[in-house]
């Protein structure tokens, strides 16, 4: 069982000008839907994901 937790610096991020912090969650969604996790958001931002690493999605070949 995995589990990880994930908050952003949303004011850095803006600030440093170098990513948008929706490009950076959305990099994320796709991580975790490809290795089947679970993901929730948090109210204070924080964005979590847990489930088994080891499952990939049926429709997903091991690299």
Known sequence: MLKLEIKL???KI???QRYKAESIYQALKK???NYNLKMTQEPDGT???AGCARK???DR???
């Open 9 to 11: 610096d949303e004011g």
């Open 14 to 16: 803006l600030a440093d």
């Open 31 to 33: 991580a975790f839907f």
């Open 47 to 49: 964005t979590a994901a």
């Open 56 to 58: 990939f999605r049926k």
């Open 61 to 63: 070949k091991h690299r």
